[in-house]
């Protein structure tokens, strides 16, 4: 298993070498006619098919969106991790996304990770990504990873598990990070501060993880993660709130 910073085709390591210079010439192309600088976000390629899938737990039961072509074979499969969003694999550019890669040859599956649907990064996602990889081995060998934002986390404790590490095919993260403290710090700047990124939206995900250890907190935070929960939902994707 390799980490590479390239584009999601570079993980697609089990590839038949006498298939690389056709996949590549096609998926390429189905791949940047949809995803370039030009493309209309509102459009989205046909012919792809979405399925859920549903995943054995021990504790909880989950569920993943697996995309797949409708016109051509597969060539390899790509675990998708989304990242910290109420709205998870139901997010209009996860989705989208999804299915240009599934445009390109790709199956893609998507799984539902309830800690991070809520907003609350907790251990136990790690343990839902490694259930969810366990499944989509069921459909491709050596599948890569690409993961989104805090997304990182989970990709990269799969990558590093010495019981998963051999099966995967490659990883990418996109606006992954990789010191925690300096994470929270950007979030929590105020503006003057020559903190340039500094993202006043992300500042309630942060409030909602640290509640339970303030001083003063309530005893019932449902209605004051309600009230962050409809900030969230009222300015994250609004261009004009940036």
Do not use: C
Not at 119 to 148: N, W
Not at 173 to 196: N, P, S, V
Not at 211 to 217: D, E
């Amino acid at each position: 298993m390799s980490l590479f910073s390239g584009t999601p085709f570079t993980i697609l390591s089990n590839l038949p070498h006498r298939s690389k210079a056709v996949f590549f010439g096609r998926s390429y192309a189905a791949f940047t006619r949809w995803q370039n600088p030009w493309s209309e976000l509102d459009s989205t390629p046909p012919a792809i098919q979405r399925e859920t899938i549903l995943i054995p737990h021990p504790e909880r039961p989950l569920k993943a969106w697996m995309y797949s072509p409708k016109t051509r074979g597969t060539v390899g499969g790509i675990l998708l991790l989304p990242g910290l969003h109420y709205l998870g694999p139901t997010d209009p550019r996860s989705d989208r996304f999804a299915r240009v890669l599934a445009s390109a040859g790709i199956r893609v599956f998507v799984p539902f990770l309830p800690d991070f649907m809520t907003q609350i990064i907790r251990p136990s996602v790690a343990g839902d990504v490694e259930v969810a990889f366990e499944k989509f081995l069921e459909y491709e060998d050596q599948p890569g990873i690409f993961s989104i934002s805090f997304g990182s986390f989970p990709a990269l404790h799969l990558a590093a598990h010495p019981k998963w590490a051999s099966q995967i095919g490659g990883l990418i993260t996109f606006g992954g990070y990789g010191d925690w403290l300096e994470t929270i710090r950007l979030a929590m700047a105020r503006a003057g501060t020559g903190k340039e990124n500094w993202d006043p939206l992300n500042t309630p995900v942060i409030f909602m993880n640290f509640l339970p250890y303030m001083p003063g907190a309530p005893k019932d935070p449902v209605p004051l993660f309600s009230a962050w929960r409809r900030y969230m939902e009222r300015t994250w994707g609004d261009p004009t709130m940036k």
